[in-house]
C-alpha cells in the first residue's frame, strides 16, 4: 500500500523540493495534538490556534515561491518580447520557428508551476480533511471562513492561481501573432478580436486543461460527467493509462451505455399507466405508488450484488441482468390477463433484481482510459436523461387495444411486452459482441462482500450521521479513530493513522463499516442532499398521473407527453449549467441556491385555497425538476472531491453509496404515494409534499452549517 504522503513527494518536481507543502510535518502535528490532548496538555482553542499558524507559514511559503517563479516567467516573456519586436521589423521563417520554440519553453515552465500549485491544493485539502477527522473538530469550517474570504486571502492564491491568467494571455497572443507571421497574412491577428486563434499551439491547449482542473472550471461535457460520479484518484500511478486501454473496447463501453438506456426506459415507461393498471385489476389507484417502487425496492439489493460481481466479470452480470429483466417485464404483461395484482409486483420487482447500473459505472471506471473517460461518463449520464424522456414518450405511442392469441396488447400491457422484446434483441447482441476485458493487475484476491448486513443498513446509517452532523457542536465527536493498518513510511518512521494506514492507499474498501468510517460529515451531509434531490424528483414524477387525473382530467397521452418534456430539460439545462453558471459562481453557491430554488418549488406545489391550475402544476413540477437537476450535478461534483479515494474502487464505491441513497429515497417517496392516497385522493398532493419539503428544509440547514467546508 502506498500512503498518501509517499505519492505526494513522488509527483513534486526535485528542484523546488522544499517550497512545497510539507505534509509530512503537518501530519505529525496532528498525531502530536492528539497524544497531548489525550493527557490535557492541549485545549481546543490553543490547537486551532496553532495549527492555523502552521498552515499560514506553509502557504505563505507556497504563495511567496509562486509569485517568485510567476515573475521568472513575466522576466522571460519581456525578454523574448523584444527580439519578437525586432521580428516583426523583418520576418523570417528560421527566427519564427526558434521564437515559438522559445515561448513553448516558457509554456512548458507554466505547466509545471501549474502542476506545483495543484499538488499543493490537493495536499492543503487533504490535511484540512485529516485534521477533521482525526481530531473530530470542524478545523476546515474555521479555516475557511476566516482566510479564504479575507480580502488578502494567501489561501485563495492558491485554490485561484491569481496572475497565472495574464501569463496565458500574453502567449496566447504572441502565438497567433507568430502564426500570422508565418503565413504572411499581415493581419495582426488578436486573440482579442478573434478568440478562435487563442489555442493554436499544443502547450497552450495543456496550459487550459490544467487551468481547468485546478480552478474546477467546467464545460457541459465535464458538468455531465460529474452526474455519473465516478471518482477519480487525484494522483493515479503513471502506469494506469497504459495498462487500461488494454481493457477497453469500444463495443462493450456501447453495450454499457444501451443498458443504462434502456433501465431508464423500463423505469419510465410505466409511469403514466401504472394508475390504470392497478384499477383494472382491482387495486386502488395510489397502489401504482407500489407498483413503480417496487422496482426501487429490489435496486437496493441488487446493486450490492452486481456490483460485488462486477469485480469478477461485466459479462456475466450483464447477461443475467438481461435475463432477469426479460422475465420481469413478461410477468409484468401478464399480469393483466391473470388478473393478479401479486403478478404485476412480482414482475417490477424483477425488474428491479435486474438493475445492472453499478456494473455499467464500474466497467467506465476500471475499464476505459483516463483520456476518454469523462466523455464515457457524460455519455451514460445522457444515456439515463434519453432514457427517462423516451420511457414516457414511448408510451403515449401504445396506446392501442387488440389481442394475439390470448394475450391482450393494450396501454397498460404493450410497456411490459415491448421491453421484453427490447431486452431479448439485447441479451443477443451482448452475447456475441461483448468483450470481456482482462484482469486488472492491481487485484488480488477478489473482494468479498460483508454478507452480515445489508446496503440499506448503511444508507440509515448515512441518514444517521447526518442528523449527528446537525446536533454536534464540533467537538462531540469521538476523539480518536482507532488504526486499520499501521505501516512504515519510507523513512521508518511508523504511520499510525487512520487516514495515512487506509483512507489513503489504493486499496478498495470490503465492508459496510469501513465505507461509513470514511464518510466525513460534509460528505455525509452531501449524501442527504442527493437523497432529497431523489426523494423531490420521484414524488413529482410518481403522482403525476394520480394528480392530473384528479385535477385535469388528463389522459395518459398528456401525462407521457408532459413527463417526457421534463425528462427533455435534462440536457439543456446542464449545458447551460456547464458552460455558464458553473464558471461564474462557486460550486457550493450553486448548490445552496438550487437547494432553495427546490424548495421554492415544492412551496409552489401545494394546493392552498385558490383553485389549482394547470399553469401552477406544471410550472411548479417544472422549477422543482430543473432546480434538482442542477443541485445534482453541483452536488455529485463536490461528493466526488470530498469523498475519500478509496471509495473509488471496490464494491462499496461511491457510486454504489449514491445509488442506493438515490434509490432509498425513491422507495420512501413511491411508499408516502401510496399510503397518503389510502387517506384521500383530495389530499394526496399536500400529503405528499410535505415530507418532502421538510427534507428539503433539513437539506438547506445542513449544508448551510458546512458550508465552509465544501472548500
Request: net charge neutral; aromatic share 10%.
Amino acid at each position: 500500500m502506498v500512503a498518501f504522503g509517499k505519492k505526494l513527494r513522488e509527483s513534486q518536481i526535485q528542484e523546488w523540493k522544499g517550497y512545497y507543502i510539507n505534509y509530512k510535518l503537518m501530519k505529525k502535528k496532528v498525531k502530536r495534538y492528539i497524544e497531548q490532548m489525550e493527557v490535557g496538555a492541549q485545549n481546543r482553542h490553543n490547537v486551532l490556534r496553532d495549527f492555523s499558524l502552521l498552515l499560514d507559514k506553509q502557504i505563505e511559503k507556497i504563495v511567496l515561491f509562486l509569485l517568485e517563479q510567476q515573475g521568472v516567467i513575466a522576466h522571460r516573456l519581456s525578454d523574448i518580447g523584444q527580439e519578437h519586436h525586432s521580428l516583426l521589423q523583418q520576418p523570417n521563417i528560421l527566427n519564427i520557428s526558434e521564437l515559438r520554440e522559445a515561448y513553448r519553453n516558457v509554456g512548458r515552465d507554466l505547466l509545471k508551476l501549474l502542476k506545483f500549485v495543484e499538488i499543493n491544493a490537493i495536499g492543503l485539502r487533504k490535511i484540512l480533511k485529516k485534521f477533521d477527522k482525526q481530531l473530530g473538530y470542524k478545523f476546515t469550517d474555521y479555516y475557511v471562513k476566516t482566510r479564504a474570504n479575507h480580502p488578502y486571502s494567501q489561501l485563495r492564491q492558491v485554490f485561484r492561481h491569481v496572475g497565472i491568467g495574464a501569463v496565458v494571455g500574453v502567449l496566447s497572443n504572441t502565438f497567433a501573432d507568430l502564426w500570422d507571421l508565418e503565413q504572411c497574412q499581415g493581419s495582426y491577428i488578436s486573440i482579442y478580436d478573434q478568440p478562435s486563434y487563442a489555442h493554436r499551439d499544443p502547450v497552450l491547449d495543456s496550459i487550459k486543461v490544467a487551468v481547468d482542473r485546478l480552478s474546477n472550471s467546467t464545460n457541459v461535457l465535464q458538468f455531465l460527467g460529474r452526474h455519473a460520479f465516478i471518482i477519480e484518484e487525484e494522483l493515479p500511478p503513471p502506469s494506469e493509462d497504459q495498462f487500461v486501454d488494454e481493457r477497453y473496447h469500444f463495443m462493450s463501453l456501447l453495450l454499457n451505455l444501451a443498458s443504462t438506456f434502456l433501465y431508464m426506459v423500463n423505469t419510465y415507461i410505466v409511469v403514466p399507466t401504472a394508475d390504470n393498471y392497478s384499477l383494472n385489476l382491482g387495486a386502488a389507484a395510489s397502489v401504482c405508488g407500489v407498483v413503480i417502487g417496487s422496482m426501487a425496492v429490489a435496486q437496493v439489493f441488487s446493486s450490492v450484488y452486481f456490483s460485488a460481481w462486477s469485480n469478477r466479470s461485466y459479462l456475466r452480470p450483464l447477461i443475467l441482468s438481461s435475463i432477469v429483466l426479460l422475465v420481469g417485464n413478461t410477468l409484468y404483461a401478464l399480469a393483466y390477463d391473470l388478473n393478479s395484482i401479486v403478478v404485476l409486483l412480482v414482475g417490477r420487482l424483477f425488474c428491479g433484481l435486474g438493475s445492472a447500473r453499478a456494473v455499467n459505472r464500474r466497467y467506465i471506471s476500471d475499464c476505459v482510459p483516463v483520456k476518454l473517460r469523462m466523455q464515457a461518463s457524460a455519455g451514460f449520464v445522457s444515456a439515463s436523461a434519453l432514457g427517462m424522456a423516451c420511457g414516457p414518450a414511448l408510451a403515449c405511442l401504445l396506446q392501442t387495444n387488440f389481442k394475439i392469441y390470448k394475450f391482450t396488447m393494450n396501454e397498460e400491457t404493450l410497456p411490459g411486452w415491448v421491453m421484453a422484446l427490447a431486452w431479448l434483441v439485447y441479451l443477443l447482441w451482448l452475447w456475441f459482441c461483448f468483450k470481456e476485458p482482462p484482469p486488472h493487475k492491481s487485484e488480488g484476491k477478489p473482494y468479498q462482500v460483508d454478507a452480515g448486513m445489508s446496503e440499506t443498513f448503511l444508507v440509515f446509517f448515512l441518514l444517521y450521521g447526518t442528523v449527528h452532523v446537525v446536533v454536534e457542536n464540533g467537538h462531540t465527536q469521538p476523539l480518536l479513530m482507532n488504526s486499520e493498518a499501521k505501516e512504515q513510511d519510507e523513512d521508518g518512521e511508523e504511520n499510525d493513522d487512520s487516514e495515512e494506514g487506509s483512507e489513503e492507499t489504493q486499496k478498495p474498501v470490503t465492508s459496510i463499516v469501513m465505507a461509513y468510517k470514511l464518510l466525513t460529515p460534509s460528505v455525509k451531509v452531501q449524501l442527504f442532499v442527493y437523497f432529497m434531490l431523489k426523494y423531490a424528483m420521484e414524488i413529482i414524477l410518481a403522482e403525476s398521473s394520480l394528480i392530473t387525473e384528479y385535477y385535469f382530467n388528463w389522459s395518459t397521452s398528456n401525462v407521457a407527453i408532459f413527463l417526457a418534456c421534463l425528462g427533455l430539460t435534462v440536457l439543456p439545462v446542464n449545458i447551460v449549467v456547464g458552460n455558464y453558471i458553473s464558471n461564474m459562481f462557486e460550486e457550493r453557491q450553486v448548490l445552496l441556491t438550487s437547494e432553495i430554488m427546490v424548495c421554492i418549488g415544492l412551496l409552489l406545489s401545494f394546493n392552498i385555497l385558490i383553485p389549482y391550475s394547470v399553469a401552477q402544476y406544471v410550472g411548479s413540477a417544472l422549477i422543482t425538476f430543473v432546480s434538482a437537476e442542477v443541485l445534482e450535478g453541483v452536488n455529485l461534483s463536490l461528493l466526488s472531491r470530498m469523498m475519500s479515494s478509496r471509495l473509488s474502487r471496490g464494491t462499496f464505491n461511491g457510486g454504489l453509496l449514491s445509488t442506493e441513497a438515490g434509490t432509498l429515497a425513491r422507495v420512501i417517496a413511491d411508499a408516502t404515494i401510496t399510503i397518503s392516497g389510502y387517506l384521500s385522493e383530495s389530499k394526496l398532493l399536500n400529503t405528499t409534499l410535505i415530507p418532502a419539503l421538510l427534507i428539503c428544509i433539513s437539506s438547506i440547514v445542513t449544508t448551510c452549517y458546512t458550508f465552509n467546508s465544501l472548500y
